[in-house]
């Protein structure tokens, strides 16, 4: 009887080495340490997106509530706008003018996703914050 297996080589080639593992580990690590900031920017600036697209829906509805009223009188978010209303990310109030002539919409953010991110406002002139 020939054996020519020998104990060390089995053991090397049965898996990998803490050094190894180690070093994919750091590997990851780094990886992730660079993707994460740059994955919650991108939420950010599409929950940004979203709420500016809200604001721009409300303001045609505001239009249209005007056209029909000849004033801005009795407009609310609530009705005009639910999915602004509703946004988890920002809070959304409409501040009538003078003689309920003219308004603006102002999103504040308020979840702690948008942390860091500026108020976004549009007025009845066509005013936005983000242009």
Same mark, same amino acid.
């Given at each position: 009887?020939?054996? =020519?297996?020998?104990?060390?080589?089995?053991?090397?080639?049965?898996? @990998?080495? +803490?050094? &190894?593992?180690?070093?994919?580990?750091?590997?990851?690590?780094? +990886?992730?340490?660079?993707?994460?900031?740059?994955?919650?920017?991108?939420?950010?600036?599409?929950?940004?997106?979203?709420?500016?697209?809200?604001?721009?829906?409300?303001?045609?509805? +505001?239009?249209? !509530?005007?056209?029909?009223? @000849?004033?801005?009188?009795?407009?609310?978010?609530?009705?005009?706008?639910?999915?602004?209303?509703? *946004? *988890? !990310?920002?809070?959304?109030?409409?501040?009538?003018?003078?003689? =309920?002539?003219?308004?603006?919409?102002?999103?504040?953010?308020?979840?702690?996703?948008?942390?860091?991110? &500026?108020? +976004?406002?549009?007025?009845?002139?066509? &005013?936005?914050?983000? &242009?």
């Amino acid at each position: 009887m020939m054996t =020519n297996i020998r104990p060390t080589s089995a053991r090397r080639m049965a898996g @990998f080495t +803490l050094i &190894e593992l180690m070093i994919v580990v750091v590997i990851i690590g780094i +990886l992730a340490a660079i993707a994460y900031p740059s994955y919650t920017r991108y939420v950010q600036r599409t929950n940004e997106a979203a709420a500016q697209g809200q604001i721009m829906e409300l303001a045609s509805a +505001l239009e249209a !509530h005007r056209a029909k009223n @000849f004033n801005y009188a009795g407009a609310s978010i609530a009705v005009l706008a639910p999915k602004l209303d509703g *946004n *988890n !990310h920002y809070a959304a109030v409409l501040a009538l003018g003078a003689g =309920n002539q003219s308004y603006t919409i102002t999103a504040v953010p308020s979840s702690s996703v948008m942390a860091g991110m &500026e108020v +976004l406002r549009y007025t009845s002139a066509g &005013e936005a914050s983000w &242009e």
